[in-house]
């Protein structure tokens, strides 16, 4: 597959004029102050496993609503041992129509050292290669088959405003445990997962680190008219029945727009972009990037990969990376 966005150098220089609701920060201020309302209710139970290396909690916290979200929590073995001193945390986002999986699928950061509190993504898991136990007990009005399109009539509705406050109750979730370190945490994910890890950093601001991989959610007005690949395309799909609906969608979604957020983040990032990624296009990626408000920030870039990116070359640079930010 070629090349089909933007040159590099362009990429690098590419800031979209993308309009910012005037309440944007007001919305997110209510809507975080109404989940807050539920005591968080965050509970850890042991998981016995036949894995030498890691202890494992099942982890079932309020999300938005007070909807119980699901979770995994996986420790270095000796984590608990009298004298330990409280690990670092990594929270990770799981990628569109993953849920959390299973304990075994989830032990490289356990493996170097971190605490690793795995999100499960409410109402997906049951796309084939990761299930989820978490369901989103809120309808919407008609919407096309998938996630993008429910309630995108009404940012009020929309179902990525569950997921967003989802994801930041996570962050307090993994805080609450007596073995996490709450002043060294990090965020990331790959995909959807790296779009809520953006939003995540422009709602938290106290984390000590952000790493978005090949992240979706950003730009929606060029991804959507760029790419005709899930899940972007759900949009056309619904756009191209609801003629004259154009305006009010976007409308919508740029309340969730990670280009916004990377404008409120703070935290040092480390994100990654493919160049032939035809799901997650790189200008989309490079938006939130050149937009990100942080003074470090850096980006790998995989010049012949589509959205599997740099996959777990990737991976390894994250670890290196986050040595000096969650060990320093």
């Not at 090349?3 to 309009?19: G, I, K, N, S, V």
């Not at 756009?239 to 309340?255: D, H, I, N, W």
């Not at 969730?256 to 989309?284: E, I, K, N, Y």
């Not at 995989?302 to 991976?315: C, I, L, R």
Request: aromatic share 12%; with cysteine.
């Amino acid at each position: 597959m070629p090349q089909f966005d933007l040159p590099l150098d362009e990429l690098r220089r590419y800031r979209p004029d993308l309009a910012e609701p005037d309440d944007f920060d007001a919305f997110w201020e209510k809507t975080l102050s109404e989940a807050r309302q539920h005591e968080l209710d965050a509970r850890f139970e042991r998981v016995e496993l036949p894995l030498r290396g890691v202890r494992v909690f099942d982890v079932t916290f309020a999300g938005f609503g007070g909807h119980p979200v699901k979770g995994w929590l996986v420790l270095p073995a000796g984590a608990e041992a009298e004298g330990s001193e409280p690990l670092p945390v990594v929270v990770e986002y799981i990628g569109y129509g993953g849920g959390r999986g299973l304990p075994h699928m989830h032990l490289l950061w356990a493996a170097a050292g971190f605490a690793h509190f795995v999100m499960d993504t409410r109402g997906q898991g049951s796309g084939g290669w990761a299930q989820g136990d978490t369901p989103d007990p809120v309808g919407s009005g008609p919407a096309h088959p998938g996630f993008m399109t429910r309630g995108i009539e009404d940012p009020h509705d929309y179902y990525y405003r569950r997921l967003y406050v989802d994801a930041v109750r996570a962050v307090e979730a993994a805080r609450s445990h007596p073995l996490v370190d709450g002043t060294r945490v990090a965020v990331l994910g790959a995909s959807q997962g790296g779009g809520l890890a953006l939003a995540v950093g422009g709602l938290v601001p106290d984390l000590a680190a952000v790493t978005p991989d090949v992240p979706f959610l950003c730009d929606f007005p060029r991804a959507t008219t760029l790419t005709d690949r899930l899940p972007y395309s759900e949009i056309g799909a619904y756009l191209k029945a609801r003629r004259g609906g154009q305006e009010r969608v976007f409308q919508t979604l740029s309340y969730f727009d990670g280009v916004h957020f990377a404008a409120r983040g703070r935290a040092p990032a480390l994100f990654s972009a493919a160049l032939q990624d035809m799901t997650c296009p790189p200008s989309t990626v490079f938006a939130a990037y050149n937009a990100y408000a942080g003074t470090e920030r850096s980006m790998e870039v995989y010049a012949f990969n589509d959205h599997e990116g740099g996959g777990p070359y990737q991976q390894g640079v994250q670890l290196r990376w986050l040595q000096q930010y969650l060990r320093g």
